[in-house]
């Protein structure tokens, strides 16, 4: 989200029932989070080692050319090892960043700590979104990482039905030096993380909006020039799409990078309700009996499965 510094305010997650006349079958269940995030790598012995070593990852499974990096049982990342593939361009459309998300600003800024110390770390920028802190960095493939950490809901501001959010200054250095402690930065593999939400390059926010919200089911909580952002239950994103680099882009071609986004949902009727969504518009949806799986417009996969399926 470092580009939203060219933008004023910005606003708008709707919570809960504000966001707008939508009900039932139209939505995801607020309930709905994101699960792990796919990565073709090209080389993946050492894509899998910069998350252990920098972010503080840890191998949850692997083989097959796989390897499944998260924390406690909680997966983040899935590495498919795809060699021979190009580097995708700037202006491809594809993955912005995977945004992880930590329990607390002591777990946050031991992860900040031991990233920006890797020698492979890209330090991108740092804000402060007013609902959310947050940290910047590219991985040694060009994937785009957000490590952040959530205000409590009560100190979001809402205004007119909408959580405020901004790109304020954020001092990485006050930050570690306010927030991190011994005992973080000793158990960084210990505590909690997830990923928070996914933020994407697309070609064009209306036809991201007909898929993501219309067909798919996320309410917009707010959309900007360039930018759009979606969630459910209310929170201020669990995806967001932008145009910022990528405006006018078709479809990808097989890249390294985004392999597929993932997003979990409390049982299978949800999985119908979606599937069903997706097909009236004449979205092609494949169903394997346990995720139910569609591309959008610019070839991004989506994958919608069972929480803890």
């Known amino acids: 989200m470092t580009d939203l510094r060219a933008a004023t305010a910005v606003g708008a997650a709707a919570a809960g029932p504000a966001a707008g006349a939508r009900r039932g079958t139209d939505l995801l269940p607020d309930?709905?989070?994101?699960?792990a995030v796919t990565l073709h790598a090209g080389d993946l012995g050492a894509l899998a080692a910069y998350y252990r070593d920098a972010v503080g990852l840890v191998t949850l499974a692997e083989g097959d050319g796989i390897e499944v990096l998260g924390r406690g049982r909680t997966p983040?990342?899935?590495?498919?090892?795809?060699?021979?593939?190009?580097?995708?361009?700037?202006?491809?459309?594809?993955?912005?960043?995977?945004?992880?998300?930590?329990?607390?600003?002591?777990?946050?800024?031991?992860?900040?700590?031991?990233?920006?110390?890797?020698?492979?770390?890209?330090?991108v920028g740092s804000a402060d979104h007013l609902v959310s802190e947050a940290f910047y960095f590219t991985d040694p493939e060009g994937n785009g990482?957000?490590?952040?950490?959530?205000?409590?809901?009560?100190?979001?501001?809402?205004?007119?039905?909408?959580?405020?959010?901004?790109?304020?200054?954020?001092?990485?250095?006050?930050?570690?030096?306010?927030h991190l402690t011994e005992a973080a930065a000793a158990g960084l593999r210990d505590a909690g993380a997830s990923v928070g939400h996914v933020h994407l390059q697309v070609g064009d926010i209306p036809m991201a909006r007909e898929f993501y919200a219309d067909a798919l089911g996320f309410a917009v909580t707010m959309q900007m020039s360039g930018a759009l952002f979606v969630s459910a239950g209310g929170y201020h994103h669990h995806l967001a799409v932008n145009v910022w680099n990528s405006r006018g882009a078709g479809p990808r071609a097989s890249t390294l990078g985004l392999g597929a986004v993932t997003?979990?949902?409390?049982?299978?009727?949800?999985?119908?309700?979606?599937?069903?969504?997706?097909?009236?518009?004449?979205?092609?949806?494949?169903?394997?009996?346990?995720?139910?799986?569609?591309?959008?417009?610019w070839r991004n996969r989506v994958t919608l499965q069972v929480a803890d399926a």
């Not at 309930?31 to 699960?35: A, N």
């Not at 795809?82 to 777990?107: K, M, V, Y």
């Not at 999985?271 to 979205?283: C, W």
């Open 31 to 35: 309930d709905t989070r994101m699960d």
């Open 76 to 123: 983040v990342l899935v590495l498919r090892h795809t060699p021979g593939l190009p580097t995708p361009a700037r202006n491809q459309a594809g993955l912005f960043h995977t945004a992880i998300l930590f329990d607390d600003e002591a777990s946050l800024a031991a992860a900040v700590l031991s990233t920006a110390r890797h020698p492979q770390s890209q330090f």
């Open 145 to 178: 990482i957000e490590l952040y950490v959530d205000r409590p809901r009560e100190q979001w501001q809402v205004v007119g039905g909408q959580v405020q959010m901004d790109t304020l200054f954020l001092d990485p250095q006050w930050y570690l030096e306010t």
């Open 263 to 297: 997003i979990a949902v409390p049982a299978r009727d949800e999985l119908d309700a979606a599937a069903a969504r997706l097909r009236a518009r004449g979205i092609t949806v494949v169903d394997d009996g346990r995720a139910v799986t569609a591309e959008d417009p």
